[in-house]
């Protein structure tokens, strides 16, 4: 139907709630960007790189076709429509990866791997994560009723003619992908409480970059997602099939009839039919939902928080505040995580011996540890040899006082440096 001959007069009472969320989705979701890509951590870089993907595609529709059915870009929807099939194929599949990964740092038995090892790692990690998706997104032409629609204030929408075939070849995938991923996670938490401390010793020489605070941050990300992704593959399943019904397959002539039309839904049309307006929305919000638990679990300490804060800093120069980073810590007699405290016994030729003790402390050791370095260093008192020399000496001259001499007095509180 030519878009002229539609009326269209309603507004999302909601907008711009939707763009500004999704917005803040993506901030959030690109702060840890670097460093997981940085590491090699394929599930995570791609689960980064969906949820961006996603998010930019439904909030440029929500603000194009705000209000209005017009034909803004047909290559446009072509496009988006495809990569809207491959997110929702492509996150369970992030999530797998991660939970493969775990599951093998968990397991593993060979520290060390060798370059071709990891060369075919990395290759099928790939074709989990980005080859499965494209698959689906292939596959989802033949079960393509027609181009695409577009509904008023939401946007472009990828078009399913639900059929036996549609439901073999697409909604499947994700309800697969999930059983699996909730297979790794259930072994390696059941590896986990088995060999704990093996596990451990494993983590700390795998080269793999977690410590056990990443691998459990890791794991409750996957968790989260796989408690919230297998029942929403599942409910998107029996939302279509109740929805739409379930078609026949009669022929490819048959699915494909009328291919080039493109169907709109004006939003008053689309208040008659409060479930399919529920579907919609769940499906929207769901992306940035998950950018924000990403966020949460990996975004706000390690490097990415440490380098955040120093970009905060950087601004508080800029308008003549002086950060935190910028004090100078004030002295304090106290075992610290990442101080060591040298005690040095010195001994001065004035009179009879005289004892004093000096503090010294390291300056290489000051510097900031990630929050999620595993291990806490302990306080540590590494006397060198001239202390050793002088402990000696001390003995000496005591040895050698006689009965009428004194014994010193105790040394004031405040001689003690």
């Given at each position: 139907m030519p878009t002229e001959l539609i009326s269209t007069s309603g507004f999302d009472p909601t907008y711009p709630a939707y763009p500004i969320i999704a917005i803040f989705a993506m901030v959030l979701v690109s702060m840890p960007a670097y460093w997981q890509f940085k590491a090699g951590n394929v599930?995570?870089?791609?689960?980064?790189?969906?949820?961006?993907?996603?998010?930019?595609?439904?909030?440029?529709n929500s603000i194009l076709w705000y209000?209005?059915?017009?034909?803004?870009?047909?290559?446009?929807?072509?496009?988006?429509t495809k990569i809207q099939i491959g997110f929702s194929v492509g996150l369970p599949a992030a999530s797998l990866l991660i939970n493969r990964r775990l599951y093998k740092i968990s397991t593993v038995q060979q520290v060390h791997i060798s370059k071709s090892d990891s060369r075919r790692e990395l290759c099928l990690e790939l074709a989990i994560g980005l080859g499965i998706p494209v698959i689906v997104m292939v596959l989802h032409v033949v079960n393509q009723g027609h181009r695409y629609n577009v509904v008023e204030n939401i946007g472009c929408w990828p078009e399913t003619y639900t059929t036996p075939v549609a439901i073999a070849t697409l909604y499947t995938w994700p309800i697969g992908i999930a059983m699996v991923s909730f297979v790794y996670c259930s072994l390696s938490i059941r590896a986990f409480f088995k060999q704990r401390?093996?596990?451990?010793?494993?983590?700390?020489?795998?080269?793999?970059?977690?410590?056990?605070?990443?691998?459990?941050?890791?794991?409750a990300l996957a968790a989260t997602e796989l408690c919230f992704g297998l029942p929403f593959a599942i409910w998107v399943l029996v939302a279509s099939v109740s929805n739409d019904g379930v078609s026949p397959w009669i022929s490819w002539a048959n699915t494909h009839w009328d291919f080039n039309r493109v169907e709109y839904m004006p939003w008053a049309i689309l208040m008659l039919y409060p479930q399919t307006y529920i579907d919609l929305n769940i499906t929207r919000y769901s992306l940035p939902a998950g950018g924000f638990l990403f966020f949460i679990y990996l975004g706000l300490s390690g490097e990415s928080g440490q380098f955040w804060e120093r970009r905060l800093d950087s601004v508080k120069?800029?308008?003549?505040?002086?950060?935190?980073?910028?004090?100078?810590?004030?002295?304090?007699?106290?075992?610290?995580?990442?101080i060591s405290v040298n005690i040095q016994s010195q001994v001065h030729s004035h009179g009879r011996g005289l004892t004093q003790i000096g503090t010294t402390t390291s300056a290489s050791s000051m510097g900031k540890r990630d929050s999620l370095d595993f291990g806490v260093d302990s306080l540590s008192f590494t006397p060198d040899a001239s202390s050793a020399t002088s402990s000696s000496n001390v003995d000496e001259k005591h040895d050698g006082l006689s009965e009428k001499d004194e014994p010193l007095p105790a040394p004031a509180p405040h001689d003690i440096v």
């Open positions: 599930g995570t870089s791609l689960y980064i790189t969906w949820t961006f993907i996603g998010c930019l595609i439904y909030t440029t209000g209005n059915l017009q034909e803004h870009s047909m290559f446009w929807c072509d496009l988006t401390r093996a596990f451990l010793e494993v983590l700390q020489t795998s080269g793999s970059g977690l410590n056990v605070n990443r691998y459990f941050r890791l794991m120069r800029l308008f003549g505040f002086t950060p935190k980073s910028d004090v100078a810590p004030q002295s304090t007699w106290s075992g610290q995580p990442g």
